[in-house]
């Protein structure tokens, strides 16, 4: 079955460091780029990153740069979201998603993840 699932969110200070990490199972994942999404209360769905299926290319939202680190090990079928100096802002559920490129001029993923926590106390 084709699949994404998303894990290594929690609970953590501000100032602090969380890693993410989407597993894709049931297709290839270096035939996908991965993209990573946040929701906060109240706010609307953010792509925070994206990663092309090589890793030759990444983009990262206003709100993240500088802090986040998007990252693949196509070996192990994985992209991983490295979250450095978070700030109670970077709470929501952060969910992952699969398509050909990055840059689709908005154009649908194929595949979504389920999503994981992270909550960042102020």
């Known amino acids: 079955q084709v699949q994404l699932v998303e894990s290594g969110g929690g609970f953590v200070e501000s100032g602090g460091s969380l890693r993410l990490s989407c597993y894709a199972s049931?297709?290839?994942?270096?035939?996908?780029?991965i993209a990573w999404f946040r929701q906060a209360s109240g706010q609307e769905r953010e792509r925070v990153s994206c990663?092309?299926?090589?890793?030759?290319?990444?983009n990262y939202a206003d709100s993240v740069k500088g802090r986040f680190t998007i990252s693949r090990d196509n070996n192990k079928n994985t992209v991983y979201l490295e979250m450095n100096s978070l700030k109670p802002e970077d709470t929501g559920a952060y969910y992952c998603?699969?398509?050909?490129?990055?840059?689709?001029?908005?154009?649908?993923?194929?595949?979504w993840g389920q999503g994981t926590q992270v909550t960042v106390s102020s």
């Open positions: 998603a699969a398509r050909e490129f990055c840059n689709l001029g908005g154009g649908p993923y194929e595949y």
């Open positions: 049931g297709f290839t994942l270096d035939d996908y780029a």
């Open positions: 990663i092309s299926n090589s890793g030759g290319f990444t």
